[in-house]
């Protein structure tokens, strides 16, 4: 259906892609993997029109493209669901679906026609979606399924999926799977992109492997093995995909008693140990990031005691949790992690300004750099210079950014919420490193994480949450995923029946 | 039959946005009834024709802006162009040209404004805060440059007193059926623009690049030329707005339509239109534009003075958008929670 060969596209200063050559049979789900910066999205820019490409050559059914707009890529059949959902929150599912070729009469839109169009298209998927609803009053999965349904309206049969099941709960990527091998006995192509592997041998046929712009390799799925895709992807055998640190475990740093805020955070109580890391485990919507944000203050709480050294603290917003010695690594880098506009040393810089300051306000450039110097070393954060924004750094240095900012001061207790999320192999090994560097040196780690294996690899000891409350505690080393999702769906009565 | 009714209403109801519509009519039923109560000749028909015609410039110059609210945009540039609209169409008529081809050239003139905008915001993407304030200085300049930096003489000293009875009467001071002509020129316009938006494809279109330009562009629409859509929308309500002030004034006044964008705005905005995009109804508009005038009618009727006048709107403003955020936060907590 697809073939590309030799494609070249320069950036300023970069040469995004080099020779790279891909191919896309129908009928297939395609994984093309590789680290963040690898160039899989500007290939597929480049399939789907965003961008022009450089050289090379590019077929799709047979006919050969020059240039390529968005349009004609949409025309030629190819559509691309975003890992950044691409829908107006604001519109219906319908109005969202025929988006830029509604159906008119004359001047008049044909809404009707329209919405039994849309309701035709997922009731074929089985979705049960109502086309009338607004699409922001979706859950994420809903949102994506309609973004699917949506190709599918306008006949696509190449779907490019960039990171789809990164923000699913295990319920909606078997929904998800669902679709795709449906669309797939369709005669679909489907190109597949992805950093969670684990996933890739329920729905994968072929990969192609690139790194740093180049095309590596690539074949049968299941005739590769999980390493040898992992060491291509790289470049360098990781030789342990969770390296864990034995630590002993000291004395108790932190404990959270009766914490109750909204109906996600229903009556938590928990310890954190020195040189101890503790997963935090559950479904999408368990409240665990809830928690997370009661602890630091950033959601009212309604009751509950916070213990540090056995001493209650009172943190009524994030500047008190910060003083106490209690940080945050939030979930969403972008929104709640960085200043992205920021240079890296303003981002750095940015909570330790007391400590940066003088007496009368005015910040001291010397132990600003002196902060900046010591993050970029000890985080190995890749970047030419702490003067560029955060934005143009890849997922992974986003994430040290965020955990450096807090490292200059003496915290006790470091949260991270979901700190791999959407970054590369390489890099998570970076992070679960860092995280047990902190364990080491006698800092409490609270670890919240949707993704099983890295939990059970990581943490010591694994609390799991469902619906709000905690339903079990478990030792890493004695556990098995089935255990930990036994417990993540322990809901109440109630919620069963809905 | 009532069954079908009755799915009618709820279809009406369920609209998106249908809420603060429902709440800045029910704020406008409030402000008038109170108002009446205090002093009875609120309700008399001859201040109800008053009201009507009042309040139709700033329903037009609401509708031009709820237009660019929606899209995510503003356009600071719709009072200078009321007044340029004055400006042209007023010397013009001085010099003894016909009163159509004068309301032509200032039509053109608004639309070339209003083409600029679209062009700034649209193509070469200017924050929409900064394009229309560059608009706004230079088409009251023009309003100020088309009769030498002085106000018009009376229109009829040029095209005659009948002529120019003819347009005031048109404009202003005319009825049909009984209501004042001015009522029924917004009307039209806000029914026309009314379908516009809510039944046709540019009107879909508008709500989309409010919600997400990416996405929207990404699906196929194209995002300059919707933008310069919407920017000769305000442009066109701007025009017709200086000609009602033309024909009241019976001559052109460089200083029309001074403040008049931020009329539109808070006309929207206390009808409900988000001035972050993606959300709103007309229908808002005309709400808001009702309280607008209903609460100056009324506060003038009360002999309140003008100091107060202006407060009480200013207070007015902040607190509807405070009510729909407040009513907002508490939806989605709600949601965020079950």
Not at chain 1, 3 to 12: D, G
Not at chain 1, 241 to 270: M, T
Not at chain 1, 316 to 327: E, F, L
Not at chain 1, 332 to 352: Q, V
């Amino acid at each position: 259906m697809v073939s590309m060969k030799n494609i070249v596209k320069n950036f300023p200063g970069v040469k995004a892609l080099d020779n790279v050559s891909f191919e896309l049979r129908s009928g297939e789900v395609m994984a093309l993997l590789g680290e963040n910066g690898a160039g899989k999205s500007t290939l597929m820019k480049i399939l789907s029109g965003v961008y022009t490409k450089d050289g090379g050559s590019m077929e799709i059914f047979g006919k050969t493209y020059e240039t390529l707009t968005p349009k004609q890529a949409q025309a030629a059949g190819v559509a691309i669901i975003h890992q950044e959902l691409n829908m107006c929150r604001h519109l219906s599912v319908t109005e969202n679906m025929f988006l830029g070729r509604e159906k008119v009469d004359g001047v008049l839109l044909k809404n009707n026609e329209m919405e039994s169009e849309a309701a035709e298209i997922l009731g074929q998927l089985k979705i049960d979606i109502d086309p009338r609803q607004t699409v922001g009053d979706l859950p994420v999965s809903k949102q994506q399924m309609v973004e699917i349904a949506k190709a599918l309206s306008i006949h696509a049969k190449i779907l490019i999926m960039d990171e789809p099941t990164s923000s699913l709960t295990a319920k909606e990527i078997d929904e998800l799977f669902r679709i795709i091998r449906k669309l797939k006995a369709d005669g679909c192509g489907i190109v597949y992109i992805s950093h969670r592997l684990e996933e890739l041998q329920a729905i994968v046929d072929r990969v192609t492997i690139m790194r740093d712009g180049q095309y590596i390799t690539s074949g049968e799925f299941h005739s590769m093995t999980m390493d040898q895709i992992i060491a291509n992807m790289v470049g360098r055998e990781i030789k342990e995909q969770f390296p864990r640190i034995s630590c002993s475990k000291g004395k108790k740093v932190f404990e959270v008693r009766g914490l109750n805020a909204g109906k996600l955070v229903r009556d938590i109580n928990f310890s954190l140990y020195e040189g101890e890391i503790v997963g935090f485990a559950g479904l999408m919507g368990a409240g665990r990031t809830e928690t997370t944000r009661a602890i630091f203050g950033v959601d009212p709480k309604t009751s509950g005691q916070i213990l540090l050294d056995d001493k209650e603290i009172q943190i009524q917003c994030p500047m008190d949790a910060i003083r106490a010695g209690i940080v945050l690594a939030p979930e969403d880098r972008k929104k709640d992690g960085l200043c992205t506009k920021l240079s890296i040393r303003h981002n750095l810089a940015l909570p330790n300004l007391d400590l940066l300051c003088n007496r009368i306000g005015v910040i001291s450039r010397n132990k600003e750099d002196q902060l900046c110097e010591k993050a970029v070393q000890n985080l190995l954060i890749k970047t030419p210079s702490v003067e560029i924004n955060a934005a143009n750094l890849s997922g992974g240095n986003q994430q040290k950014v965020v955990v450096g900012k807090w490292l200059a001061r003496n915290s006790r207790v470091v949260i991270f919420d979901e700190p791999t999320r959407g970054i590369d192999v390489g890099a998570k090994v970076e992070i679960y490193n860092l995280m047990n560097k902190l364990k080491q040196e006698g800092i409490a780690v609270m670890f919240v994480s949707s993704e099983m294996p890295e939990v059970l690899g990581i943490a010591d000891r694994v609390i799991i949450m469902c619906d709000g409350r905690i339903t079990g505690e478990v030792m890493a080393r004695d556990t098995t995923q089935n255990e930990v999702l036994k417990y993540a769906t322990e809901f109440e009565k109630k919620q069963q029946a809905r | 039959m009532n069954e079908k009714k009755q799915s009618a209403f709820k279809g009406l109801l369920g609209t998106r946005g249908m809420g603060a519509v429902i709440t800045a009519f029910a704020g406008l039923l409030i402000i008038y009834v109170a108002f009446g109560i205090i002093d009875r000749n609120v309700f008399s028909g001859q201040n109800v024709m008053n009201l009507l015609r009042s309040m139709s410039k700033y329903l037009l110059i609401g509708v031009g802006q709820s237009y660019l609210l929606i899209t995510g945009n503003i356009d600071l540039s719709i009072g200078s162009m009321v007044g340029m609209s004055a400006m042209i169409s007023a010397t013009l008529m001085t010099m003894g040209i016909h009163p159509i081809i004068a309301i032509l050239v200032a039509l053109i003139c608004c639309l070339c404004c209003g083409v600029v905008n679209g062009i700034l915001v649209g193509k070469f993407k200017l924050p929409p805060f900064i394009a229309t304030l560059g608009t706004m200085f230079v088409s009251r300049g023009a309003a100020y440059m088309v009769n030498n930096n002085r106000n018009t003489d009376a229109i009829a000293t040029g095209i005659g007193k009948e002529a120019g009875d003819r347009f005031q009467n048109f404009f202003y001071y005319g009825k049909t059926f009984g209501i004042f002509n001015t009522f029924w020129i917004a009307l039209i316009l806000f029914l026309l623009f009314f379908f516009l938006l809510s039944k046709t494809r540019t009107g879909r279109h508008i709500y989309a690049i409010g919600s997400n330009v990416d996405a929207a562009k990404l699906s196929g629409v194209n995002v300059v030329n919707t933008t310069i859509k919407a920017y000769l929308v305000s442009a066109v309500c701007a025009c017709v707005v200086g000609l009602i002030l033309c024909a009241q004034a019976g001559m052109g006044n460089m200083e029309a339509g001074n403040m008049y964008e931020m009329y539109g705005v808070a006309a929207g905005v206390i009808g409900g239109i988000s001035p972050l995009g993606g959300t709103g109804l007309l229908l808002g508009t005309f709400a808001g534009a009702a309280v607008w005038q209903t609460l100056e009618n009324g506060l003038n009727m009360i002999g309140a003075q003008v100091g107060i006048q202006r407060l009480v709107i200013g207070i007015i403003v902040v607190f509807s958008v405070l009510l729909d955020v407040v009513v907002r936060s508490g939806n989605f907590r709600k949601k965020s929670n079950s």
